[in-house]
Structures are given as C-alpha cells and as structure tokens.
C-alpha cells in the first residue's frame, strides 16, 4: 500500500531523476545552455569593465545557477516524448507529480554541482564569503526553484521537438538575467526596473548572494528565502498541473 | 472466476475520428487474448487506455478488478507492457534499463538483479549487459524491452505486435516465452498482424475494425462459423479455366493460384463430385485434390469486409 503513497513516489522519483542524469547531463542542449552560454554571457559583460570582485561573482554564481539548473529540466519531456519512452514512464505505476519532481531532482543536483564550480574560483580569487550558511541555504533554494522553473517552460505548448522548447525557454531566460540585478543592482535600478525585477526569481537569489559576500541587500534575507520558496511551489504546482492536462496530447 | 481484464463502453474520438467506439469485452484470467484488426482499427488505442496511457471518453475498463481510471498506479503495478515501438531507453545499457523498470516498480534490489539476470540469460542477452541499447538491432530492443515487461512478474501483460518485423528465431522465442508465461499463470492480452500467431497461441480472438469489435471466438469456432469460406483445391495435367470452373453447382467463387484453382463452397463433397465429372468430360486428369477448412486469415477478411459493408 506504501508503495502508492508518499515515500513509494518519491523512491520513484529518484529512480526517474538518477535516469535523467545519466542520459541527458552530456546531451548538447545541456552542454550548451547550461554550461557554454552562461560562460561566455559573464565574459562579454565583466571582462574590461572595473569592478569588485565580490559583484563578478554574484553575476558569475548567479548565472551558473540559474543556466545550468534550467539546463536538463525544459528539454526532458520533449526529447522523451519523441523517443517513445515517456509512453513507457507513463505506463507504469508512477504518479505524475513523481514523474516531474524525478526530473526537478535531477535539474536541481546538475544546478547544485556545476555552481560549487565558481564557488570554489570565488574563495580562490580571494571573496570572503560572510554568511556561508546563508548562501548554501540559498544556493538548495534556488536550484529547486530554477529547475522547477525550466520544467514549467517545457508544460506547453506539449511538443515533441526539444529544439522548440529550448527555444522558448532561451527567450525566457535571457531578458530575467538582465532584469534580475545581475549586472545592474537592485538598489541602482529605476523605479520599474524595481518593480519588473521583482518578478524575477533570479532577483533574490542574486540579493542573497549580495548579502552574502558584501552585506548588502534590497530585501531582507527572510523575504529573499520566502519569495523563493513561493516562486519553487508555483512554478512546480503549476507545471505539474499543465502536464497531467497536456501528457495525453503529447503522447497521440 | 473474475474476469482479468474487463471492458465496458469504452469510448475515444480524436477530434472527428471516433478511434473507439463503445466496445465491451472481458478477458478471462489465465487466458491469451488476441487482438486483431487492420490498421487505423483501434487497437492500439484500445491498449493505450487499458495500460492508463490515454484516458478514454467514456466508458470503464478493470485490470484484475482495478478501475484504470480510478486506481490507475494499482492497476499498473499488476500489469506491464510490451508496446509496439521499441522504447527501452538508449542511451542506458541493458542492465541500467532493467534496474531502472525495476525501481519504477517498487521491486527491491536483490530481487530485480536476480530476475534480471535470469532474464538476460533467457533471452541470451547476458553477455551485452553491459552496452548501449543504442547498439542492439531490432530483434535485441525488442527482447530487452520483453525482459523489462516480464522484470516485474506482471499478472497481465500487454504486448502490441511483439513479433513484428523480428527474425524468425527471434519471433519464435518470444512466442514461446508468451506460451510459457501464461503456462505460469499471466494473463496475455496480444494484439497482432499475424494470423498464423494468433492462431498458434490465442484461446480466444477479438476482431475490431473502424472502433468496434466485429467478432470475439475461439480461432476454431471463428474457422466453423464461417462455412461459406471452405474450398476445395484442385490441380489438372492441362490448364483448366477458373471462370469455367466457376459454373460448377455450390460453387460461390473459383479462384486460380499458382498450377491450382481454387474453388469456394458450402458442399465440399458435392463440388469434389462434380470435380470428378468436368474432368472426365474434358478428358482431364486429376493430380491433386484437397478440401482446406477456412483460415483465420480468410475469416478476419470476411469478418472486415462485412464489417465495412453494415
């Protein structure tokens, strides 16, 4: 009977996110998006340019984690869609929200391990990280939060081409890095850029990372936490609902 | 004894295409059932919704007395699939997909290593465990893909064309493995293009075609009820006119195939008679004469197209 409920789900879920991580963590999208184009967006706008190091590595931090937790998660459902295997997944006695979350697991440990990546550049070029406590609470936040964001990018419309779902997802995410405070600050924003950046879930993260390193911060450290929180259930609750509605037509 | 599987009214319209249309069947457990219809039928739609794929647009449907519809995962837990595209994942090796279904099943570690690899030695897959299912052909996907389905030791198994496009020891080990699963007790739902299998291993045959089931027998009993398909085949020393042939009394119609005419009829033994007569009548001598029952295959024809023609 357990094996129905909660903790059988969730044994499931693991299962579906140790799969993903095997197949899809060398595939080109991800390689791509989640580790190249994350790179090479820091160098165009940090290299030449005067600054702290502490504001080079909440830009370079920020990125990676958001690139590279966004990375797996959008192209999962259409590349399996298309290989005929998410018939397979979808035939066995794994519930939806298992199904998904499996994925979200599998995003959120890329995300975690590709961002120790500057973590470790950062404390080597000499940033004295103030609150670390803070920021790897910060760090499991919003990695939940990103990949649960890339697998509400792949709900609709229910394609089986990954190539138009990271598509979509591309577009998506490059205007929020640019909204986001991590290459202008949150406090030397105009008013609406205020306002657009608060609908950014990259916002408090990048806020937290400020507080983290050089103490300062828009937010305060608990509303940062929360807004991740609420933006992790909402785009999780989300997805998975688009997702029970949209399976039957992806599958036909 | 409750039925294994059980169908009633299940409905599916795909925009203005009604893929099934309020079909009712049970499959009684520890039976083959055979599924059988042309393309575009409905019987992969019909398997869709029995394996909780699709939700159909009305109608109910129990698995060992699970609704799919309300109890789908305990449903699902039973039963497993072998569908008709191949799709073990290939970028896993054989092993890694079988562990894999296992965990997905909530069949603990010791157990899914020793039904795997007793699977994998059945199906003499044991020596590629360890490689890409992207290299296997298509007789190997298809043999991994059974020893998926058969991990969890499943009450009823649902296979969609298993044999197409296989070898023929490929095919015949999967049959003979689908023989000896239901000698064990599971219950198989087959669907096929294949008579000769179906005839070979079905106990009972559903034909369905445009969404709804035309017949549902025994092979044998489908072979009896269609009388007016016995034929007598006949060859002569010289070449013999099937139109003339034709004419002959109780014959429906006559047919040339190969050296042989074959000739339709109700009365076997009258046309073998009359037979007899035309060829003495022309001079004629008879080199083979042989009265053939209908096969399964001339009866889901004539099931098809008096299905079409209603």
């Known amino acids: 009977m357990l094996e129905y409920q909660f903790l059988g789900q969730l044994k499931r879920a693991f299962a579906i996110a140790k799969k993903d991580l095997r197949i899809y963590y060398k595939s080109g999208p991800v390689v791509i998006y989640g580790l190249i184009a994350p790179f090479f967006l820091f160098l165009a706008f940090f290299i030449g340019r005067n600054m702290p190091i502490e504001r080079l590595f909440t830009g370079l931090i920020g990125m990676t984690i958001f690139f590279s937790s966004m990375s797996i998660s959008p192209a999962i459902v259409p590349f399996e869609a298309r290989s005929r295997t998410l018939e397979r997944l979808v035939s066995t006695p794994v519930s939806v929200w298992a199904m998904f979350i499996g994925d979200v697991i599998a995003s959120f440990l890329y995300g975690i391990l590709i961002s120790i990546v500057p973590v470790i550049i950062g404390l080597v070029l000499g940033v004295n990280i103030i609150h670390p406590l803070v920021l790897c609470l910060g760090m499991i936040l919003a990695a939940f939060c990103f990949a649960s964001f890339g697998i509400l990018l792949s709900a609709y419309p229910p394609t089986d081409v990954p190539s138009t779902v990271m598509m979509i997802s591309t577009l998506v995410k490059f205007p929020l890095v640019f909204i986001s405070g991590v290459f202008v600050p949150i406090s030397e924003m105009q008013d609406w850029g205020r306002i657009i950046a608060s609908f950014s879930p990259l916002t408090y993260y990048t806020d937290l990372v400020n507080c983290c390193t050089q103490e300062i911060s828009y937010y305060s450290v608990f509303a940062d936490f929360i807004a991740l929180i609420g933006f992790t259930l909402l785009f999780l609750i989300t997805a998975i609902k688009i997702h029970e509605k949209t399976i039957p037509e992806r599958l036909s | ?310």
Not at chain 2, 91 to 112: C, F, H, I, P, S
Not at chain 2, 150 to 177: M, N, W, Y
Request: glycine share 6%; aromatic share 6%; proline share 4%.
């Open chain 2, 1 to 310: 004894m409750e039925p294994a599987i059980e169908v009633k009214g299940l409905t599916k319209d795909y925009k203005e295409i009604t893929a099934v249309n309020r079909i009712n069947f049970e499959v009684k457990n520890g039976e083959i059932f055979g599924f059988l219809g042309p393309n575009g039928a409905g019987k992969t739609t019909t398997i869709r919704i029995l394996t909780g794929v699709i939700k159909p647009d009305s109608g109910a449907a129990t698995i060992m007395d699970y609704s799919i519809l309300k109890e789908p995962l305990k449903a699902k837990q039973i039963m497993s699939v072998v569908p008709e595209m191949a799709n073990a994942y290939i970028d896993l090796t054989a092993w890694q997909n079988l562990m894999l279904t296992g965990e997905l099943y909530g069949v603990n570690k010791k157990k899914r290593q020793e039904r795997a690899n007793h699977l994998l030695k059945e199906f003499k897959l044991y020596e590629r465990r360890n490689h890409l299912a992207r290299g296997f052909s298509k007789g190997m996907k298809q043999k991994l893909i059974l020893c998926m389905a058969l991990l969890t030791k499943p009450q009823v198994l649902f296979l969609d064309e298993p044999t197409s496009g296989l070898d023929v020891e490929s095919a015949r080990l999967i049959r003979d493995t689908i023989r000896q699963y239901n000698r064990d007790g599971t219950t198989i739902f087959l669907s096929t293009h294949n008579m000769e299998e179906a005839n070979q291993l079905c106990d009972r045959i559903a034909i369905i075609n445009h969404g709804k089931i035309a017949a549902i027998d025994s092979p044998e009993n489908l072979r009896m009820k269609s009388s007016s398909l016995k034929s007598v085949e006949v060859s002569f020393n010289k070449p013999a006119s099937a139109n003339e042939l034709s004419k002959i009394s109780n014959v429906t119609q006559a047919k040339k195939i190969g050296d042989k005419i074959r000739l339709y009829t109700d009365e076997p033994h009258s046309v073998i008679n009359s037979l007899i007569d035309y060829a003495r009548s022309r001079g004629l001598t008879v080199i083979s004469l042989n009265t053939l029952a209908p096969t399964l295959e001339d009866v889901f024809i004539k099931l098809i197209k008096e299905h079409k023609e209603h």
